[in-house]
């Protein structure tokens, strides 16, 4: 199985967390780049930065 695995800031994360989205969208700075490292319906896993490190969610 293929996956990704997204870092992210515990603090955006907490943000998103208490506004329970349905969407949300995973971006990198600069946007220069096209995202193509998965096929569509792949798991993209987010994970907490340090001090945390582990997984905190799943997109697909």
Same mark, same amino acid.
């Given at each position: 199985?293929?996956?990704?695995? &997204?870092?992210? %800031? !515990?603090? #955006?994360? %907490? =943000? +998103? $967390? *208490? *506004?329970? !989205?349905? %969407?949300?969208? =995973? #971006?990198?700075? &600069? &946007? @220069?780049? @096209? =995202? $193509?490292? +998965? *096929?569509?319906?792949?798991?993209?896993?987010? @994970?907490? /930065?340090? !001090?945390?490190? /582990?997984?905190?969610?799943?997109?697909?």
């Amino acid at each position: 199985m293929e996956y990704y695995i &997204g870092n992210t %800031d !515990p603090e #955006w994360f %907490d =943000f +998103l $967390h *208490k *506004k329970e !989205p349905e %969407d949300i969208n =995973f #971006w990198q700075p &600069g &946007g @220069r780049f @096209r =995202f $193509h490292v +998965l *096929k569509p319906g792949a798991p993209f896993l987010l @994970r907490l /930065k340090s !001090p945390i490190n /582990k997984i905190a969610g799943i997109g697909f």
